[in-house]
């Protein structure tokens, strides 16, 4: 009877079965939008009304926890993304347990909007987009392509093409191009060819970055990521050219190289960069997990065999580098400072959770594993890279989040 009373209260004639029935649709259109979001409305589709309701000011996307969820993910399937690469293509390369794809990130006290193909594109109308950095940072190229692959159904309208250190995505129906350069140290380096890049004898040009910039300067937006390629003990300074340098040094810490790399990366922002029209991205250091021992494991073990997430809040591996990171953090704050449009992603905490997410022996070996290796997979798990789908999506769903809402 009480629900009856409330009823006759809130619509006058609800003796008419036309009205009762028409009221109903309408609270269970209110029940699926809100589901069990915590009263955030959450469409399918994103409209002006979406675009005007959502709003993170005060949101820390950063700080959170990896939630299992087997009913929204994977956002997509690996095998019907039209541009999986290999190096992250897990399941096609005999990974059996898929754990891994249906994990969520949940930030504290807010969520992130639901990733919609349609409403990036429309919003990257007429732009581009470069990704510029190493194979963690294509890693996070193609899960884009992924994400999007879906939302354009006519195959001719997505087409992607390599030019050598650049690979360029289009949309035709959009006219937007999202493309990816391979520019692993930022500086001009001995490590710039896109397939032949593996050596171990690490020069640099310290202070000549303009071969590269000029292939992405005139992007509209631009998402920057270098970390991992420092990480060798040893690298060799030049200045001048490879062939005849001015003056050569290898006496210099590794804080030292990184800063003095990215002084050069930001100095020629500063000088060229159209501030009118470029947004920027620098993304965090993606962290590895190539030592056990970090999480409780046999010194010498690592990603191999993972299949749970580290559920321990605030985890933090010994080998992430918090100088290079607080490096990166510094010279974002100054190119902020000086007046240029630029955002740091903080990936390396919630990435930090995500020990079973790599693709561990599951991927294609451009060199291929020893007779001794094949006995011992911890020798040559990748624990750098990640499986796609999987965390480079939440990555993505943060950028989405800052595109379709800060831009």
Not at 11 to 38: E, I, K, Q, R
Not at 349 to 370: A, C, E, F, N
């Amino acid at each position: 009877m009480k629900g009856t009373e409330t009823l006759h209260k809130l619509v006058p004639g609800y003796h008419s079965l036309g009205t009762f029935m028409l009221l109903m649709v309408v609270m269970m259109v209110v029940v699926y939008f809100y589901g069990d979001n915590g009263g955030i409305i959450s469409f399918d589709i994103i409209g002006e009304k979406e675009m005007e309701d959502y709003s993170f000011e005060g949101c820390d996307f950063f700080n959170g926890s990896w939630v299992y969820d087997n009913k929204s993910r994977p956002l997509y399937k690996e095998g019907q993304c039209s541009f999986m690469a290999d190096d992250y293509s897990c399941e096609k390369y005999g990974r059996k347990d898929f754990e891994y794809q249906f994990w969520k990130w949940q930030p504290h006290g807010c969520h992130l909007p639901r990733f919609n193909g349609t409403a990036l594109l429309e919003k990257l109308r007429n732009k581009r987009v470069v990704f510029v950095g190493d194979s963690l940072g294509k890693n996070h190229w193609v899960s884009l392509l992924c994400l999007i692959d879906s939302w354009i159904v006519e195959p001719s309208h997505k087409v992607a093409e390599w030019h050598g250190s650049l690979i360029t995505f289009k949309a035709s129906e959009y006219n937007v191009s999202i493309d990816f350069y391979w520019e692993p140290l930022l500086v001009e380096s001995n490590c710039d060819d896109p397939v032949h890049h593996r050596v171990r004898d690490r020069i640099m040009k310290i202070e000549s970055i303009e071969r590269h910039a000029k292939q992405w300067i005139n992007a509209d937006i631009l998402i920057f990521d270098s970390y991992t390629w420092w990480l060798e003990p040893n690298m060799t300074l030049v200045w001048g050219s490879f062939e005849k340098p001015n003056r050569t040094s290898i006496e210099s810490s590794r804080v030292t190289r990184y800063e003095m790399a990215l002084r050069t990366w930001s100095n020629w922002l500063e000088t060229h960069l159209n501030r009118n029209k470029t947004r920027m991205f620098f993304i965090s250091l993606s962290p590895d997990h190539k030592e056990g021992g970090d999480w409780g494991k046999t010194m010498g073990e690592n990603c191999f065999n993972e299949t749970q997430p580290i559920m321990e809040y605030g985890y933090w591996a010994k080998g992430s580098d918090t100088d290079l990171m607080r490096i990166a953090q510094s010279v974002v704050q100054d190119l902020i400072n000086k007046g240029l449009n630029i955002k740091l992603l903080n990936i390396i905490q919630l990435s930090q959770y995500r020990k079973d997410g790599h693709p561990s022996i599951y991927k294609r070996h451009w060199v291929p594993p020893t007779k001794l290796e094949l006995a011992n997979p911890v020798w040559y798990a990748d624990c750098i890279h990640w499986c796609l789908p999987g965390v480079p999506d939440v990555w993505n769903e943060i950028l989405y989040a800052y595109i379709i809402y800060k831009i």
